[in-house]
C-alpha cells in the first residue's frame, strides 16, 4: 500500500491498481491534475478544511465515483454514493469498511456533524476528525494529532486502542501544529507504535 499525505487530513491511498483520495478540501483544487486517474474519492464529513463542493463536483465530472455519510451528500451539488455506518463495500475490488465515529467537540463545546471513518484493505484507517472507536483493530492509524477538542494524548490514546503499529499523523496543517511533536511525544513515553511523518506530497510503502 502506497500513501501519500497531502493538507490537513487529505490521503491519496494506491492499493495495487487502485488508487483513492481521502478528504481532499478546496486547499487541494490547485492538485486537481496531479493526482493523476482516481478510482473514488471518500469523505468524512462537511468541514471546510476536509471538504469542498466545487471539487467534489469537478472529480464527479470527471468520472470519478465520489462516496460520503447523508449529511456532507447533502452539502454537495451532486448526488453521491451514500454510505452508511458499518457499510462495506468495493471500489475496483478494493474493500472498504465505513465505521461511524463521533466528530471532536467543537470549541463551543457542541458535538460536531456526522463523521464516518473508512478502513481500508483492513489495514488502514483514516477517522476524520475522530479519536475514540471502540472495537475496531488496525495495523495503520491516520490519526488526528490536533483540532478543536484533540490533544496529543488523544492521539496517542487512540492509537493504542485500535492496536494500530504505525500512526501516520493528519490534521494539523489549518491550526500549524508540528507532527514531529507527537512523533517525539510517543518515542519518549515508549508507546507501542511507530510514528511515520509525512511532509506535503509525500508518500511510503506501508
Known amino acids: 500500500m502506497k500513501l501519500t499525505r497531502y493538507y490537513q487530513s487529505c490521503l491519496l491511498i494506491e492499493e495495487g491498481r487502485v488508487r483513492i483520495l481521502i478528504d481532499p478540501s478546496g486547499h487541494e483544487a490547485g492538485n486537481f491534475d496531479k493526482f493523476g486517474k482516481l478510482d473514488g474519492v471518500l469523505y468524512t464529513h462537511e468541514h471546510t478544511d476536509h471538504f469542498d463542493p466545487d471539487l467534489a463536483q469537478k472529480f ?4 470519478v465515483a465520489v462516496y460520503a455519510n447523508a449529511s456532507t451528500a447533502k452539502q454537495m451539488k451532486l448526488q453521491p454514493t451514500v454510505i452508511s455506518d ?3 463495500f468495493d471500489i475496483k475490488g478494493l474493500k472498504i469498511q465505513a465505521r461511524e465515529l463521533p466528530h471532536c467537540l467543537m470549541v463551543s463545546g457542541d458535538a460536531g456533524p456526522q463523521n464516518t471513518g473508512y478502513l481500508i484493505a483492513g489495514r488502514l484507517f483514516h477517522p476524520g476528525d475522530g479519536t475514540n472507536l ?31 503499529k504505525i500512526a501516520v499523523p493528519i490534521h494539523y496543517d489549518f ?4 507532527p514531529e511533536i507527537f512523533e517525539m511525544f510517543a518515542k519518549n513515553s515508549q508507546l507501542p507504535f511507530e510514528v511515520k511523518v509525512l511532509g506535503p506530497g509525500e508518500s511510503t510503502e506501508l
Do not use: R, Y
Open 134 to 164: 471502540a472495537g475496531l483493530s488496525t495495523e495503520i492509524l491516520a490519526v488526528p494529532i490536533t483540532g478543536p477538542d484533540i490533544s496529543l494524548k488523544d492521539a496517542c490514546d487512540f492509537t493504542k486502542q485500535v492496536s494500530a
Open 60 to 63: 464527479a465530472g470527471s468520472g
Open 175 to 178: 491550526i500549524g501544529t508540528k
Open 86 to 88: 458499518n457499510q462495506e
